[in-house]
């Protein structure tokens, strides 16, 4: 879920920063665990709930920090905005898909590719440059990606990773048009995610005749995975990312991926593969690489 917000000129401090980001992961972590909860629902009918929740919590935020004035803050994000929503529609979409297609662990591992995806994309479409350390981390990851793909097509779950990169490219092509349009707030166009993963959901959800009538406890855990867990980290970071740069936030970004497998392994006693565990491993090495060596120089805009 992590993506890079530029924000500058905070009052918060250094150290409450990393608690805030930290702690978004932590928000984020428990999605999964919440999803596996959901027995009955469809995919959309779930994103449909949770946009419920997410988009009134999202509009008192943007309400706040656009002084009063959220329209003025949706306008100005112009088209790039409206592609960015898009994006993240098509984020929040295949991240609950991908949930219930494959493990908690491959799926968290996969979605970890954003930060390159964003990094090739910005090279290509906007003709930022990429460090040599970065490229290295991508080959490194592609590696690890490569190894937990090729088990997914012996054991059947080539699905449920194909649709998380798909998630993960969402997420890529948000951040890409954030950067497009030099967005220094991130609210607007999450908003606009928000709002289009509602309509879009609704439309399928009433279409297809799947219909909104769901157990209520089903109900209940999806509002609540938009209102606490998705806003609210969401919120956490926005603040966070104000004074924390980039390469440090896709360190910090670490806890969302450890964590989900964790928290469905206990609760429910899910296991990860030998061969997702391995993959998975590499592919944190490679995001690490990348992030320690970016502490060492001021981080480009978007922290690559």
Not at 12 to 31: D, E, F, N
Request: hydrophobic content about 55%; charged content about 10%; proline content about 4%.
């Amino acid at each position: 879920m992590t993506i890079q917000a530029t924000y500058r000129g905070s009052n918060l401090s250094y150290p409450l920063g990393v608690v805030l980001c930290a702690l978004a992961g932590v928000c984020w972590s428990l999605i999964p665990l919440g999803i596996r909860h959901i027995e009955t629902a469809s995919v959309w009918q779930i994103l449909f709930f949770r946009s419920a929740g997410l988009l009134p919590m999202l509009f008192c935020l943007m309400y706040w920090r656009s002084g009063g004035r959220p329209l003025n803050a949706l306008f100005k994000a112009g088209a790039p905005g409206v592609l960015g929503g898009a994006a993240l529609t098509m984020a929040y979409t295949g991240g609950i898909a991908a949930v219930q297609l494959t493990s908690v662990a491959n799926a968290s591992f996969l979605f970890a590719t954003a930060p390159f995806m964003v990094a090739l994309l910005s090279f290509l479409v906007l003709g930022e440059r990429v460090r040599a350390a970065t490229w290295v981390a991508m080959v490194l990851g592609l590696a690890g990606i490569s190894f937990m793909v090729a088990d997914s097509f012996t054991t059947g779950n080539w699905q449920g990773d194909a649709v998380a990169l798909t998630a993960a490219l969402g997420f890529a092509l948000f951040t890409l048009a954030l950067r497009w349009g030099k967005a220094a707030d991130m609210m607007p166009v999450s908003f606009m995610g928000g709002l289009f993963a509602l309509v879009l959901s609704g439309l399928v959800v009433s279409g297809t005749g799947q219909g909104f009538d769901l157990p209520g406890h089903e109900i209940a855990i999806a509002v609540m995975l938009g209102v606490v867990l998705l806003a609210l980290g969401m919120t956490l970071y926005t603040f966070g990312s104000q004074v924390v740069p980039g390469a440090e936030l896709a360190l910090l970004s670490m806890t969302e991926v450890v964590l989900a497998p964790i928290w469905v392994w206990v609760v429910l006693g899910e296991t990860a593969a030998a061969a997702t565990l391995i993959g998975g491993g590499i592919l944190m090495l490679a995001i690490g690489f990348n992030a320690l060596t970016g502490l060492r120089r001021k981080p480009l805009p978007g922290g690559l």
